[in-house]
């Protein structure tokens, strides 16, 4: 009898708590009008991929103080909560669930890595709650519903890219290294594979990796026994450099080409720094560097590097960019409820951001064009760019 | 053939490490019946240690810069060496004394005072997040605060008649220790990976027939053989040794027999923490790996499987199968199967167990009722 009088106490606690949770109104602020519009945000700051997560928070965040500054939207001001998800899907998922229920955050920015981006998207397009993804490139990223949006391009075109890219370097024979527990990386290599034998290149061998590898030589020493002409590792940062390394041990002299998982300041210390086993090797890159000398890049470029003392990276203008679309959104749309700002932001057109002009296609992907740099000493130099029509697409 | 060759020597190199760790496991499987679960990231402790000692501590000098330095460089780095074992030594020690003793013995009033510093350590962390910079002082205060509260619970369960013996309660807390040097060293280090720099001049050279030896793979094979072999006169010729086989062999006519077997007990989680602190400092500096406190999860979990495939409690059977399982991950990762390279590792060791269920020099035990 105690007992089951305890029994029916906790399940009251219990469906207490549910309806205190599922009872929140979103967006709407204690009098009903929005006072304060909440944004949520998921990064890695810290874990694997942390600089990627550090990168993206900076660019978002100078972004929605910068709207601050000029008023906020429509007499609203923003609210940038950011949660950590560690570099980890499941995290991620959590912290998205927090911030879209308990938050009640009107729309969600995030993440850098696909995997994540996939873990936490149903949650988002669940709820109703738009999600900008600054620099997930994984195309099944937005196909996860209506809700998910992105403002970059994506790995088939980015993969295209670097097809084209090996294909006029005079590259034929290439091999490719890939991390069997990443999405990013395998779609990379697949959409890279076939391009490159659609253009009349040839894949010469193929190996797999897993993030948290202390050894790749022997993986590495079997790609050499085919000779080829460069060697594809479209990996994240923390493996690339070390990577490098050891094909340079086992004697793999020729050039790694990457995409823009390589775009980190934390690259070059793993390959043993800068001049070493990465000097003179490609990757592919959203369309963003300091050597581009357009005005609202160079804007951007200086009040990024007066706040925070170092340059901007691709993934911080991408985050810089998503916080601004969503701004613009915010502005455009009537009233701030989920499916009126998923609308304006679908409605997005040429919207002049500092990585090349938006607009949303009908699949919620971004159009843009790709850059590639190559790595000299310890500065990633634009050497050539490429846009959607020149590879055909 | 060549690239037979060429694999082979990778294997070995890897499996030289995973021996290394093998070892600790095989070390104190055989005394205490327990498999320290905690050893993979007594292991990453190593190479957080080397990392540390390469970039902050010692005053190494940059080779590029400077290479005349290669001579002070190599002593300095076989400090690091002794300071990674030193440090995982003494891991080894106070796991066992905080962790694994209370489980046999009882808790004591000095465990609820460990225990209480641990658990204030990231409630410190957290706050000093909150409220600016963390201090050693406010630790303190909370550790010794949470250490008094804990001290009647410890002294309750020490007066328990009925003391938790089981092998189970001993697996579970090696879990929780694991995960306590996992997590605390995300609080502590950051989860940020680290490499470490060049430090000592490496080479790599071209044998006839296109085969590919680097001076790295060479110095991680000697230290390991000579860590081994160093491990072997301990444990065969010495007094310490002997005790220690008198353990595993009937723990208790080794205590009527006046062993002191709480004291050997530690000294064998030393061995093992020295073992796995020299190959976490090995891997550290000489494969230039990303170093992160979830780094010793995968090699830990390898040298575990081949220490349970030489045979679990014998030592040659830890630096066979640390051997075997190197060579296996190595012609299956060069192989076009590389994917399947663990589960292929793993296949191997049920087939054998299927055939040899006390592993490759394991003894067989006749369990006595």
Not at chain 1, 93 to 114: H, I, M
Not at chain 1, 173 to 193: E, G, H, Q
Not at chain 2, 5 to 20: E, P, T
Not at chain 2, 207 to 231: D, E, F, Y
């Amino acid at each position: 009898m105690r007992f089951s009088a305890r029994c029916a106490a906790v399940s009251l606690a219990c469906a207490a708590m549910l309806c205190s949770v599922g009872c929140k109104d979103r967006g709407a602020g204690p009098s009903g009008t929005a006072r304060e519009i909440i944004i949520g945000e998921y990064a890695s700051l810290t874990g694997t991929t942390a600089t990627f997560g550090t990168s993206t928070h900076r660019g978002v965040q100078l972004a929605i103080d910068a709207a601050n500054a000029s008023g906020g939207v429509n007499g609203a001001r923003l609210r940038l909560l950011t949660e950590d998800d560690a570099s980890k899907p499941d995290v991620a998922r959590t912290v998205v669930t927090k911030l879209v229920t308990q938050d009640r955050a009107v729309a969600v920015l995030g993440e850098v890595a696909s995997t994540r981006s996939l873990a936490a998207a149903p949650v988002c397009n669940q709820y109703q709650v738009p999600m900008i993804t600054p620099s997930s490139t994984n195309p099944e990223v937005t196909k996860k519903g209506e809700y998910i949006f992105r403002v970059c391009f994506t790995d088939d075109f980015q993969a295209a890219v670097v097809a084209h890219f090996a294909f006029d370097q005079g590259y034929r024979r290439v091999a490719l290294f890939k991390d069997i527990k990443n999405d990013y990386s395998m779609a990379f290599a697949a959409n890279f594979a076939s391009e490159f034998k659609r253009i009349g290149g040839t894949v010469v061998g193929e190996q797999v990796f897993q993030e948290g590898d202390t050894d790749f030589k022997a993986q590495l020493t079997d790609l050499k026994a085919a000779s080829p002409d460069a060697v594809l590792v479209p990996g994240y940062y923390s493996e690339v450099g070390t990577i490098a390394r050891q094909a340079r041990d086992v004697g793999l002299a020729v050039p790694l080409v990457g995409g823009d998982g390589w775009d980190s300041p934390s690259l070059l210390p793993g390959a043993g720094g800068p001049g070493a086993a990465l000097e003179g090797c490609f990757f592919s890159n959203h369309f963003f560097s300091t050597e581009i000398s357009e005005k609202p890049t160079q804007d951007f470029i200086k009040s990024f590097k007066a706040r925070y003392g170092v340059n901007p990276d691709a993934l911080a203008a991408l985050g810089y960019d998503a916080a601004r679309l969503l701004v613009d959104a915010l502005k455009r749309c009537g009233k701030v409820d989920g499916p009126a700002l998923r609308d304006a932001i679908a409605a997005t057109k040429d919207f002049p951001g500092v990585t090349g002009k938006i607009t949303l296609d009908k699949n919620r992907n971004a159009r843009k064009a790709a850059l590639i740099l190559q790595i000299k000493g310890d500065r990633f130099h634009v050497f050539r760019s490429y846009t959607p029509e020149q590879i055909g697409q | 053939m060549q690239a037979f060759v060429q694999q082979f020597i990778f294997g070995i190199q890897l499996g030289s490490l995973y021996a290394l760790i093998a070892l600790g496991y095989t070390l104190v499987y055989g005394v205490l019946r327990l498999i320290n679960f905690a050893h993979g990231d007594v292991f990453m402790v190593g190479a957080v240690i080397c990392y540390y000692a390469c970039t902050r501590w010692l005053p190494f000098r940059n080779l590029d810069a400077h290479p005349e330095a290669a001579a002070t460089n190599i002593a300095l780095a076989l400090l690091v060496l002794l300071i990674a074992m030193a440090v995982c030594a003494l891991l080894g020690v106070l796991i066992e004394r905080f962790a694994y003793r209370p489980l046999r013995n009882g808790l004591r009033v000095a465990d609820a005072h460990f225990w209480g510093l641990v658990a204030a350590l990231p409630l410190t962390l957290s706050l000093g997040i909150r409220s600016g910079a963390p201090s050693v002082a406010a630790w303190l205060v909370i550790g010794i605060g949470l250490g008094y509260a804990l001290r009647p619970v410890a002294s309750w369960l020490a007066r328990r008649t009925v003391r938790a013996t089981s092998r189970l309660n001993a697996l579970i807390t090696a879990i929780g220790v694991s995960f306590v040097l996992e997590y605390g060293g995300l609080i502590i280090f950051g989860a940020d990976p680290n490499f470490v720099p060049n430090v000592v001049p490496e080479a790599v050279y071209t044998l006839p027939g296109g085969i590919r030896v680097g001076t790295a793979q060479c110095a991680i094979l000697a230290i390991s053989l000579l860590l081994m072999g160093i491990l072997r006169w301990i444990v065969l010729y010495t007094r310490r040794g002997r005790a220690m086989r008198a353990i595993a062999h009937d723990i208790e006519a080794a205590k009527l027999m006046g062993v002191d077997t709480d004291s050997v007990i530690s000294f064998t989680f030393a061995l093992g923490g020295a073992l796995a602190g020299a190959g976490g400092a090995l891997v550290a500096a000489l494969t230039h790996v990303k170093i992160t406190p979830l780094f010793g999860l995968l090699p830990g979990i390898k040298a575990f499987v081949a220490a349970v495939l030489g045979g679990p409690g014998s030592v040659a059977g830890a630096a066979l199968g640390g051997i075997l399982m190197g060579l296996a991950e190595a012609f299956v990762a060069g192989s076009r199967f590389s994917a399947f390279r663990d589960a292929i590792a793993f296949c191997i060791l049920i087939v054998l167990l299927l055939v040899r269920p006390t592993g490759l020099l394991g003894q067989p035990v006749t369990e006595k009722v």
